[in-house]
């Protein structure tokens, strides 16, 4: 028995010993820690700011600009440049992508409307607040740290009620209105009718607005827009049936089919989203518009259901061009009308905006702009023309995308009236007639629309 047990310690030192042994020759192992491990800790547990949805897409705006030699905000010139941004809803693998893409980019242009209303806004207030009560500062401290509107109700709330009383008169505000002579509601009226007068200045500038270029990924879409006094006018033309050119200082260039085909490929075009302003081969300004949709189909779909979507999907490309185009002339004609944007709704959303964040003012205003001038200008354009139509594969997720390529120039005016008055009978008032123009799966990339102005 004794012998049995120092046998069994003998190979227990032993196997002990082997061990030590092992350990003492083994190669000490380094972990290295990354800089993004370390940023990840209890003293840096922010999101890494290169991880950002949306980043990739400011960086290539940024160098659109820095490349154009344009900054964003307004020039010398009267003109405007804005940015609109919104993600989208969906995976790229998920059946709805194309379609939500396709949103996600209006959603941005309606966002970079109302980021311009918001800051006509701004400055309207500004401009208020000098006139009435005669700062002559360009900004000056409470505006700095409160904000152009807040201060400007801050000056009213220190009126005294004689001073509040002559500028409700100049607003065209009887102050004996008020029950009992109530200051506080004579301040609340006053602040009401600036906000409102504020809010229809700041609107009415938004006509004439047309995108310089589009970002996109699989995450997101940006939209660069341009606000400019002369778009204002060729709208303001185009609106009140005017056969009107404007020509522009350089040479006549080719035809605007010509143009698109050397600038553009067949697969290029699913990047071109909304109205641009080119110049034909007369010199003249011309209204092009893009427009597509993506039929939601797979290749496991019957090939009537795939026909059928497609040719669906086309009519509402179609729709999406045309749209562009009205809503350009349309909205120069809706906001003219000053008596029914005074009493709209948006106007009420734009001077009421108390507890509302940014996000969800954008959001709003921008809906209800959109609303406003479908609903209060209707004019039909003369002579819009198919310029093109195409189909293509996302690049990326392999969704079917088609689209429609539509253009409106006083050359197609001219020649849709034409048309009309020889074969319309008289006694029947015709639309106008829209006749053709004859003249891999892997790391996803950020795409930029093709410049054609």
């Not at 209303?117 to 000056?140: G, L, P």
């Not at 700095?144 to 009383?165: M, N, P, Q, Y």
Request: aromatic content about 8%; charged content about 25%.
């Amino acid at each position: 028995m004794k012998i049995k047990n120092t046998l069994l310690v003998l190979m227990v030192a032993s196997l002990s010993c082997n061990m030590y042994a092992e350990v003492d020759i083994a190669t000490p192992i380094e972990i290295k820690v990354t800089q993004e491990e370390k940023n990840d800790s209890s003293i840096h547990n922010f999101p890494i700011s290169s991880q950002i949805d949306g980043n990739r897409l400011e960086k290539q705006r940024d160098d659109y600009l820095d490349n154009k030699n344009i900054s964003l905000g307004n020039d010398i010139k009267g003109n405007y440049v804005g940015w609109g941004e919104a993600a989208i809803s969906v995976s790229p693998n998920s059946i709805d992508f194309a379609q939500k893409r396709i949103m996600a980019f209006e959603t941005a242009f309606v966002d970079a409307k109302a980021n311009f209303v918001r800051m006509k806004a701004q400055e309207t207030a500004s401009s208020i607040s000098r006139e009435f009560f005669q700062d002559d500062r360009d900004r000056n401290i409470v505006e700095i740290k409160d904000g152009v509107i807040v201060s400007l109700a801050k000056k009213i709330h220190a009126l005294t009620e004689a001073a509040i009383d002559d500028k409700l008169i100049e607003y065209g505000v009887d102050p004996s209105t008020v029950a009992n002579s109530n200051i506080n509601k004579k301040r609340k009226l006053m602040e009401n009718s600036i906000n409102k007068q504020i809010s229809i200045k700041a609107v009415e500038n938004i006509s004439g607005i047309r995108v310089i270029a589009t970002f996109e990924d699989v995450t997101g879409v940006g939209v660069l827009i341009k606000a400019s006094p002369k778009y204002r006018d060729i709208a303001r033309a185009i609106a009140s049936k005017k056969l009107v050119g404007y020509p522009t200082k350089i040479d006549p260039k080719d035809s605007i089919r010509k143009q698109l085909n050397s600038r553009l490929n067949n697969n290029d075009y699913f990047l071109q989203h909304g109205l641009r302003i080119m110049t034909d081969d007369s010199g003249n300004r011309v209204l092009v518009s893009f427009g597509q949709w993506s039929p939601k189909v797979t290749r496991n779909d019957s090939r009537l259901r795939i026909n059928t979507a497609i040719k669906a999907a086309k009519g509402v490309a179609y729709d999406h061009a045309l749209s562009y185009i009205t809503m350009f002339v349309n909205t120069t004609l809706a906001l003219e009308n000053k008596t029914k944007l005074s009493d709209s709704e948006t106007i009420n959303i734009l001077s009421y905006t108390d507890g509302v964040t940014e996000e969800q003012q954008n959001s709003s205003v921008g809906a209800m702009l959109e609303r406003f001038v479908k609903e209060t200008s209707r004019v039909s354009i003369e002579g819009v023309s198919e310029v093109h139509s195409w189909a293509t594969n996302h690049p990326e997720t392999g969704h079917l995308l088609v689209g429609s390529v539509l253009m409106w120039s006083p050359t197609t005016q001219e020649y849709s009236r034409a048309y009309n008055k020889k074969f319309s009978p008289k006694q029947e008032t015709k639309k106008p007639k829209f006749q053709p123009y004859n003249g891999s799966q892997g790391k996803y990339k950020t795409y930029k629309s093709k410049d054609l102005d």
